[in-house]
């Protein structure tokens, strides 16, 4: 009788760590789309919607399995606590794990490229190849020389300020910037629209997380192939940008032939070409 019960406590334990695993919450929802034994996981930049990759995905969904991410509190998903770069990279890498997504190319534009660079480099047998579209081991550092990183960086300055502005504010406050981003005019309303749908807090924390991040350092231990696909005007800044790749040896830097860092909407066809040159 004994030998049934116990039989019977450990066929109820794993139900449940089976129904833990099914209704985890992670930092992101998932879109999965697409057919194909090698699995794609796209991750957005910084306030942006899933819909970024809308057709890069269209040109892998024939023969890739796609994972597409949106991040918490970013383009209108419902934010979540302990909003940190850390947090985000590690729950992506558990994500992969969980689901037994087998050697997954990662595609990540600007923040977005950098949680593929910290995944590849925390976990470097999990990942089988990453693209990094627009960014950088450390954006600080390229307008700063002498940024270090803060252990106890305080981000409630920061919160506070982009917090307590109205919503016409803080829309005219991206329909500056975001023109800088982005050429191609017929996306310049939707960029806008996915930064104004975004939690305030979340923003703001991430935004003051992701500026103190720093991984020139902690990219060698990256194994897999690496392509770095980085904007036109880039190219005028190729020792810094290659100072920040130095310790990165798999890494194959690309620069596009036009616009700004949405290179996705305003290089497309140079774009799609280095994706599929890389991937396919």
């Known amino acids: ?17 089976n129904v833990t695993a099914q209704t985890k919450s992670y930092p992101f929802e998932v879109l999965k789309t697409g ?6 996981l796209f991750i957005p930049g910084f ?18 399995t796609c994972y597409t991410l949106t991040m918490a509190g970013f ?7 302990n909003v940190t770069f850390e947090h985000w990279k590690t729950e992506i890498a558990n994500y992969v794990k969980n689901n037994k997504i ?20 925390d976990y470097p047998e999990l990942i089988g190849k990453i693209v990094v579209v627009d960014a950088l081991p450390s954006l600080s550092a390229l307008m700063n020389p002498s940024f270090q990183s803060k252990e106890n960086n305080d981000c409630l300055p920061m919160v506070n300020q982009i917090t307590a502005m109205t919503d016409s504010q803080f829309y005219d406050m991206q329909k500056m910037s975001i023109p800088r981003l982005v050429e191609n005019a017929s996306k310049k309303d939707l960029i806008i629209e996915w930064s104004v749908k975004s939690d305030r807090k979340t923003f703001a924390e ?41 310790n990165l ?28 040159n890389f991937i396919k």
């Open 102 to 121: 087998e050697k997954p190319i990662l595609i990540g534009h600007s923040m977005g490229g950098v949680l593929a660079l910290a995944i590849a480099a």
């Open 249 to 276: 040896k798999t890494a194959n830097l690309q620069y596009a032939n036009k616009g700004l860092h949405f290179i996705m909407y305003d290089d497309p066809t140079w774009y799609l070409e280095q994706l599929n």
């Open 35 to 40: 057919k194909g034994k090698q699995a794609i």
């Open 206 to 246: 991430m935004y003051c997380d992701f500026s103190n991040t720093d991984l020139r350092e902690k990219i060698t231990t990256i194994k897999c192939p690496t392509l770095i696909l980085l904007e036109a005007y880039f190219v005028n800044l190729k020792p810094a940008i290659e100072a920040q790749y130095k």
């Open 1 to 17: 009788m004994k030998k049934y019960i116990l039989i019977a406590a450990l066929m109820f334990s794993v139900l449940c760590m």
């Open 47 to 64: 306030a942006s919607s899933a819909d970024v990759w809308n057709e890069t995905k269209a040109n892998f969904e024939k023969d890739f």
């Open 75 to 81: 383009a209108g998903v419902k934010p979540q606590p």
